[in-house]
């Protein structure tokens, strides 16, 4: 059975303080590893995939990477409107497997 | 980045009632769609995934009956909670796979259902 984990479960930063989210995963085979944002009731917004071991993604102040075990969102320099819930989501690969495992989230909290 | 429509957004109902939520893919065609129930300070439970066309395949522990899934088109998907009960009372999302190379999975805005 796939499994996310994501920690911390909660995370606050003062504006400016540079962290990390990390996101552990389990799958047999993977086929992408995703990251979203997720704002107090919205649907979650699309930010990155990563495929392989070794890939990095940036947007403005994100950069997601990942290694064979676990991801990880690096946040700099966070403002106030960086603060929501970031979740991490995985697929296996196989034909016609596009379903999402997600983990429980963390809730990020910029405080000015 | 591609634009999936859900309708609507909050919607309150009498117990015993059937509810439909409507989720649109707007600028891309959609052959699989995936219908998710969220609970408070909780992850994203899947409960069906949808193919254009065909039935839609549920999650176990999720009744079928109650849930019921019409992906008539490849830009829109239903779901109709049918008898309506106040434990059915959650935040219900529809996500699209849109085509093509990629596999993103590309969310709607949510639908806060309250049953009253």
């Known amino acids: 059975e796939d499994q996310v984990t994501q920690s911390p479960e909660a995370l606050r930063l003062q504006e400016g303080e540079s962290s990390s989210l990390n996101c552990s995963y389990t799958?047999?085979?993977?086929?992408?590893l995703f990251w979203y944002r997720q704002d107090p009731g919205k649907g979650p917004e699309f930010l990155f995939t990563?495929?392989?071991a070794g890939e990095e993604k940036e947007k403005e102040r994100l950069k997601a990477t990942l290694t064979k075990k676990e991801s990880f969102l690096h946040i700099t320099a966070p403002k106030p409107e960086d603060s929501a819930t970031y979740l991490c989501a995985v697929t296996r690969s196989g034909a016609g497997s596009y379903q999402l495992t997600f983990g429980k989230g963390t809730k990020l909290s910029v405080i000015p | 980045g591609a634009v999936v429509s859900q309708h609507p957004s909050w919607v309150i109902c009498k117990s015993g009632t059937s509810v439909k939520i409507e989720c649109r893919s707007l600028?891309?065609?959609?052959?699989?769609m995936f219908w998710y129930r969220q609970f408070p300070k909780q992850s994203l439970m899947l409960m069906a995934t949808?193919?254009?066309?065909?039935?839609?395949?549920?999650e176990q522990g999720v009744e079928k009956d109650k849930f019921l899934i019409n992906h008539a088109s490849l830009t829109l998907s239903t779901l109709t909670v049918t008898s309506a009960h106040p434990e059915d009372s959650s935040f219900y999302i529809c996500?699209?796979?849109?085509?093509?190379?990629?596999?993103?999975?590309?969310f709607g805005q949510g639908t806060r259902l309250t049953v009253v």
């Open positions: 949808s193919n254009e066309g065909s039935k839609a395949t549920y």
């Open positions: 990563l495929y392989s």
């Open positions: 996500s699209a796979i849109r085509g093509g190379s990629g596999t993103e999975a590309f």
């Open positions: 600028d891309f065609q959609a052959t699989t």
């Open positions: 799958v047999s085979g993977l086929r992408g």
